[in-house]
């Protein structure tokens, strides 16, 4: 069973970086058949989707967030993380990491979440 | 605001059945599949259905999902009291090249 746990900081101040780590279990970020993914959901809004990596070498990223988002994979540790920079008080959100199975022109489908960390902006 | 429309609430009583839409363009749902989300707060969002009528292993059969040119739909019958949650609609967006979302049905269980 695939397991996945956000980590890192609950409060980061504006215009600073917010980074976070996903944590994987029971699957390897280096299998070239998945995406890894991240997800957030502002308070009392929908969800919203940053991109996909692949640890084969490509990196997708929504056009809402390309210019402020990074993701990048520590296979070593078996985990992936977000870098989303400039943040203001609207990037406050849970945010969630999931395993994302897309076969181009058939399906597309985040099988497995982790639970989620609420993220502040705040000074 | 959200490129999927779903409606912000649903209700019924237990034993009933309870169906949420979600609507698209040629682009998305008209042209992809469709998936379908249960998120209980506090807890990790999880798939309920994929490929417009598939269900994983583990969803009750209670659950299912349909299509119809741009509109996809989920059902749930008979409804049980812990299937009260917020639902998301995903599918997959041509012109962005990734997945969009609806912005959520909460659906209340009298």
């Known amino acids: 069973q695939v397991q996945l746990q956000e980590s890192g900081p609950r409060l980061v101040r504006p215009s600073q970086i917010l980074s976070l780590t996903c944590s994987v279990s029971?699957?390897?970020?280096?299998?070239?058949?998945?995406?890894w993914s991240w997800i957030r959901q502002p308070v009392g809004g929908g969800l919203e989707y940053f991109g996909r990596?692949?640890?084969?070498?490509?990196?997708n990223y929504s056009p809402y967030f390309k210019s402020r988002a990074t993701i990048s994979a520590d296979t070593s540790r078996n985990q992936f993380s977000l870098d989303l920079r400039s943040v203001t008080a609207a990037d406050s959100a849970v945010y969630f990491c999931?395993?994302?199975?897309?076969?181009?022109?058939?399906?597309?489908?985040?099988?497995?979440w982790g639970p989620g960390i609420q993220v502040i902006v705040s000074s | 605001q959200s490129v999927l429309t779903q409606p912000p609430s649903a209700s019924g009583t237990p034993g009933q059945r309870v169906a949420i839409s979600c609507s698209g363009s040629?682009?998305?749902?008209?042209?992809?599949?469709v998936n379908w989300y249960q998120r209980v707060p506090g807890m990790a969002p999880r798939l309920v259905i994929y490929?417009?009528?598939r269900r994983p292993s583990g969803v009750p059969d209670r659950f299912s999902g349909s299509k119809s040119g741009t509109t996809a739909s989920l059902a749930i019958s008979p409804l049980q009291s812990e299937d009260e949650a917020d639902y998301y609609c995903?599918?997959?967006?041509?012109?962005?090249?990734?997945?969009?979302f609806g912005g959520g049905t909460k659906l209340i269980v009298l």
């Open positions: 999931a395993r994302y199975t897309l076969d181009f022109g058939k399906s597309d489908m985040f099988d497995y």
């Open positions: 029971g699957g390897s970020v280096s299998s070239g058949r998945y995406y």
């Open positions: 990596l692949s640890t084969r070498g490509s990196t």
């Open positions: 040629s682009s998305t749902t008209g042209g992809n599949t």
């Open positions: 490929s417009n009528n």
């Open positions: 995903s599918a997959w967006h041509d012109d962005l090249d990734g997945p969009v």
